[in-house]
């Protein structure tokens, strides 16, 4: 047998076949039904985040790309809020009585108890 050369062609190793291999009509209906099972899970996750995400009513429904870039910007807003109301708690207990605010603050302590209930932070009885 004559070895080949590289200038006579591929190796004799290229030369067998590539083995293909062969999907069964079961295998790829199969494999059909995992991926529909997929993309409603997938479907639903982006409707129940849809939800949380605030928008007007009168938006058309916000696409998959346009969700997530509203949930970034909702949560970095909220992150931005927990930050600023801790601040502000911080504030009002090292001053203690409202008479030792002063202007802007004295005002800022309303605007802290009126987000904290609509936020749902617990309200000291």
């Known amino acids: 047998v004559k070895?080949?050369?590289p200038s006579e062609g591929p190796p004799v190793s290229c030369l067998k076949s590539k083995r293909r291999r062969i999907i069964t009509v079961v295998q790829r209906q199969a494999a059909n039904v995992r991926e529909r099972k997929r993309m409603f899970s997938l479907n639903e996750a982006f409707d129940e985040l849809r939800r949380k995400v605030p928008t007007f009513a009168y938006e058309k429904r916000l696409s998959r790309i346009d969700t997530l870039r509203l949930a970034i910007v909702y949560i970095s807003f909220m992150t931005d809020l927990k930050v600023s109301m801790l601040k502000l708690q911080v504030l009002?207990?090292?001053h203690g009585e409202r008479h030792s605010?002063?202007?802007p603050y004295a005002?800022?302590?309303q605007v802290?108890?009126?987000t904290k209930v609509a936020l749902g932070f617990p309200q000291k009885k």
């Open 3 to 5: 070895s080949l050369r």
């Open 92 to 94: 009002f207990q090292h």
């Open 101 to 103: 605010l002063t202007w």
């Open 107 to 109: 005002d800022m302590e």
């Open 112 to 114: 802290y108890l009126r």
